[in-house]
T-cell receptor, first 115, second 117 residues
Framework: DAGVTQSPTHLIKTRGQHVTLRCSPI?????VSWYQQVLGQGPQFIFQ???????GRGNFPDRFSARQFPNYSSELNVNALLLGDSALYLC??????????????FGPGTRLTVL | AQKVTQAQTEISVVEKEDVTLDCVYE???????LFWYKQPPSGELVFLIR??????QNEISGRYSWNFQKSTSSFNFTITASQVVDSAVYFC??????????????FGTGTLLAVQP
């Protein structure tokens, strides 16, 4: 079975631009989470979506937004890019059966560089 | 506040040595989950193990073993007879189940393990 897939692999943008990152979860997984990993740090939680509803949001500005589609894939959008947005963006999927904490499986990430 | 501390920033060992990666966590909840992930240079986080707060049994999987001690809030990871392929950044993470709501992972800063041939 295919794992979590993300596109694109790498992206270079300039300050002020907008970016859209995409994620397809493992088949059968209904929850998608997004994390930002700055070089030398652990991943930081951005969003979690389950059944197309936002279930949680980390401490990130409103420039960050996301959505989940009926097929459970997800997009992360970042507006007005700043140099500090340069990072590895990781998507994770999980089953999230009701009331249970499930394991999150990660994709290969999108490396975003903001110049 | 929930927090995960991995005090060892970098560890370097020679192949076949045993190595232990430390993880200390802080949480207010009685129900929580702990994880270890491996991040090789390719960047993808690879799931290694998950443990819930009610299961303090140690676990062994091949050369990997985990020691969970609630009394000291620690969840340490030992690699026996290390190999060059074990070289990676290892992350310990904490998850809290908000009654079926947000299940976010709180990561430590990671430990870079370098296994020399």
């Amino acid at each position: 079975d295919a794992g979590v897939t993300q596109s694109p692999t790498h992206l270079i943008k300039t300050r002020g631009q907008h970016v859209t990152l995409r994620c397809s979860p493992i088949s059968g997984h209904k929850s998608v989470s997004w994390y930002q990993q700055v070089l030398g740090q652990g991943p930081q939680f951005i969003f979690q979506y389950y059944e197309k509803e936002e279930r949680g949001r980390g401490n990130f500005p409103d420039r960050f937004s996301a959505r989940q589609f009926p097929n459970y894939s997800s997009e992360l959008n970042v507006n007005a890019l700043l140099l500090g947005d340069s990072a590895l963006y990781l998507c994770a999927s999980s089953l999230e059966l009701a009331g249970l904490t499930d394991t999150q499986y990660f994709g290969p990430g999108t490396r975003l560089t903001v110049l | 506040a929930q927090k995960v501390t991995q005090a060892q920033t970098e560890i370097s060992v020679v192949e076949k040595e045993d190595v232990t990666l430390d993880c200390v966590y802080e949480t207010r909840d009685t129900t929580y989950y702990l994880f270890w992930y491996k991040q090789p240079p390719s960047g993808e986080l690879v799931f290694l193990i998950r443990r819930n707060s009610f299961d303090e049994q140690n676990e062994i999987s091949g050369r990997y073993s985990w020691n969970f001690q609630k009394s000291t809030s620690s969840f340490n990871f030992t690699i026996t007879a290390s190999q060059v392929v074990d070289s990676a950044v290892y992350f310990c993470a904490l998850s809290e189940n908000y009654g079926g709501a947000t299940n976010k992972l709180i990561f430590g800063t990671g430990t870079l393990l370098a296994v020399q041939p």
